[in-house]
């Protein structure tokens, strides 16, 4: 048999030994507050609202599965990341996760930049009215369509990925009459999960121009020698769902001393590093995220340490927080199918959801929270998988978790911490229709992405 295949059976799906998993929680109807949007609270009917809203008035206006967004919670967060950073640093939202005309809005007024990685994305950004030269255009392989839509728009910073980008940048920022200011994304040897780093086998990764073998110090010399662009800065991200700072503590000292480098070498300064994005947050209890003046604090010690070191003026510092702001302000809604029992093995609940709305847990393995929100319930907790109604068997939404054992047909569940790459995410997989994001707030809840229809389908297949 190939070492790649395996045997489809009744125990294919991962059943692990009896107490591998850590006891069910105390209380089934807590919601805790590192997972959930801020004003999410479970009613004394026991009935879970956000904003001031009870899921079940939600769910019969605006169907499910959906998207429900804490305005409030998001807009907070915004405030929390600037006020952080202040006026000596800036933040860029990372369109990625999660992009609206509305959530554009939301960042203008709150002060936060935004980046983008794709003509959609830009095109998102300018038609909701973000001014170019608070935007920062991302991305391994732009389009020649993209850059100069990029540069006629005057966005504030190009983020150069490679050699080639270096002179396609360059070569239609002077057919245009234009200089545009542009950062090198360079690969620092250090890939950063969770609670570790690693600084080696890093340089196997399709972003980025590597520190190491001098390509980084050479993408410089390029770039400085063409009339088309304005070098600023040097940028680095090193990884995604980051609890610890160790990683970007590495990454700033490897940057910083480019910038020496290039000091060295040219006899300039360049005034600006960014450091990425990947900041953590919470989806499981067990997850433990930092607050954004904690990060801020951190990144500006390091990078002020690491420049009085090299003797350097220290430079504008930006980050790109994306899941970190709208990651924990929304949950999916889901309402239960089919609850089905295989004895001795486990119990799986199907909602009228799953990979469409939330490729995550197929794609990354990730792990979520979940929760019966609809009513109360003192039954005895039984462990579940929630899946989806895909005709696919890894077509799951929350791997494993204890739910009450009555859970019942048409049971409301919610999945917190789901704002960020799950709508972004979404697919049309079995022809199914992608889910509404509804904005919650105040007691008013209002559509900014409409949940598609069939004419949608259809209008798209021209037969």
Known sequence: MSRSAHPAGPRHADVLTEGHYAAPPADLNALDEKVWARTVSRNADGVVAVGGIEVTRLAEEFGTPAYFLDE????????????????????????????????????????????????????????????????????????VAEIERAIEAGVGRIV????????????????????????????????AHTHEFIATAHEDQKFGIALAGGEAAEAVRRALTLDGLELVGIHSHIGSQIFDMAGFEVSARRVVQLLAEVRDEHGIEL????????????????????????????????????????????????????????GPTAFTLYEVGTVKHLEGL?????????????????????EYSVALVSRRSDAEPLLVRVVGKHCESGDIVVKDAFLPSDLAPGDLLAVPATGAYCRAMASNYNHALRPPVVAVRDGEARVIVRRETEEDLLRLDVG
């Not at 600037?82 to 992009?99: I, S, T």
């Not at 909602?351 to 490729?359: A, E, W, Y």
Request: proline share 3%; glycine share 10%.
């Open 346 to 366: 486990r119990t799986y609940i199907s909602v009228d959801g799953g990979m469409s709305d939330n490729i995550r847990t197929a794609l990354y393995d990730a």
């Open 160 to 191: 150069l990925d490679s050699f080639q980008e270096i002179v396609r940048v360059s070569h239609v920022a002077q057919r245009l009459g234009k200089r545009q200011r542009v950062q090198i994304r360079v690969t620092v040897g250090v890939e």
């Open 271 to 326: 005034p600006e590093i960014d450091l990425g994005g990947g900041l953590g947050i919470a989806y499981t209890s067990d997850d433990d995220p930092r607050e954004p003046h904690e990060i801020a604090k951190a990144l500006g010690d390091i990078v002020t340490r690491e420049c009085e070191a090299a003797g350097l003026a220290t430079p504008r510092i930006s980050v790109e927080p994306g899941r970190a702001i709208v």
């Open 72 to 143: 409030s919670d998001f807009r907070a967060r915004c405030r929390a990341w600037a006020d952080a950073f202040g006026r000596d640093a800036d933040v860029f939202y990372a369109g990625k996760a999660f992009l609206s005309r509305a959530v554009v809005r939301w960042l203008q007024e709150e002060g936060l930049n935004l980046d983008v990685c794709s003509g959609g994305e830009l095109t998102v950004a300018l038609d909701a009215g973000m001014p170019a030269e608070r935007i920062a255009f991302h991305g391994n392989n732009k389009t």
